[in-house]
């Protein structure tokens, strides 16, 4: 598949996998719910829009949409969905530096606009995301160990096939991959994308001066990111799925971000949002089951 197809692959999965997760969330909780498909009206009518900038802005706040959006479809292109081959094989190192570029602009804008909301938000973003770093990193270094390859492709198509569901090494790798999904792409319990009050915010309120064009383009970037973190899940858990031929492997990728998005939802719709200050514990959890996972994979 070439470039653009694994793009356009990516994109249409994110508004879809959103559209999943609010539509589990809302049948668990015995609500009709919005239809799986509203994700893509909502784009479409924010691609139509006009873009409504606050006055004191900067530069920085108009290059952050774009930014958000760019980084996340190259981190797209790195990551295995339905192939073991990948458009654009990069190092994880890489990869993880790339994945904190999109919170960097995002919280430059949060501030850019002299906002309360926007600076409290960010600071908020911020402090959640220097407590998920270790378990990252822990998590991308076990995944290397145990894939024997550098690359975010190589380490996830490198599992060895077979029997995964039964190595410890593997389900706790899958278990913190879980856990950072739910934190960095600001899912309850660590924060609430439907939330509309202010003061308990995380992400919401450091997006909230965007509109139009930039509020589609950061809401498409965080489609994409949730796919790229379930790719990731479903790759570890079942990597034979990845070596399917393409008539296979595309319905088999578009079933795994459908079963994420239940599982995602279902996960939301029974727990509550915690306190800010129970995330460490949280993500300590987190760090500790990666450790662990490297311990086992070194002890054989």
Request: with cysteine; hydrophobic share 60%.
């Amino acid at each position: 598949m070439t470039f653009a197809a694994h793009i356009a692959l990516f994109i249409l999965l994110g508004p879809l996998l959103v559209g999943v997760v609010r539509k589990t969330k809302a049948f668990l909780s015995c609500r009709q719910g919005a239809p799986v498909f509203q994700p893509f009206l909502d784009l479409w009518k924010l691609f139509r829009r006009g873009v409504v900038r606050s006055m004191t802005a900067s530069w920085i706040f108009d290059l952050s949409a774009p930014v958000v959006l760019g980084a996340s479809l190259v981190l797209a292109a790195a990551t295995p969905l339905w192939s073991r081959e990948v458009p654009l094989p990069m190092h994880f190192i890489l990869f993880l530096y790339l994945m904190a570029l999109p919170r960097f602009f995002q919280t430059l804008a949060g501030l850019d606009t002299g906002s309360a909301f926007g600076g409290l938000g960010s600071s908020r973003e911020v402090a959640v995301s220097a407590m998920a770093e270790p378990a990252l990193i822990l998590s991308f270094c076990g995944l290397a160990y145990l894939g024997g390859a550098d690359t975010v492709s190589g380490m996830v198509t490198g599992v060895p096939p077979g029997r995964v569901l039964w190595r410890p090494d593997v389900i706790l790798l899958a278990g913190t991959m879980f856990l950072l999904l739910l934190a960095e792409n600001a899912r309850i319990p660590v924060d609430d994308p439907a939330t509309h009050l202010e003061l308990t915010m995380i992400h919401e309120a450091m997006v909230l001066d965007h509109a139009g064009v930039d509020l589609a383009m950061i809401q498409l970037a965080s489609g994409v990111r949730l796919v790229l973190f379930s790719a990731l899940v479903s790759g570890t858990l079942f990597p034979e799925a990845l070596s399917l031929p393409p008539f296979l492997a595309i319905p088999a990728a578009v079933m795994k971000v459908i079963l994420s998005g239940a599982l995602i939802g279902a996960a939301e719709a029974g727990m509550a949002r915690m306190k800010l200050s129970r995330v460490a514990s949280y993500l300590l959890i987190a760090t500790v089951l990666a450790a662990i996972a490297l311990a086992v994979r070194h002890a054989g």
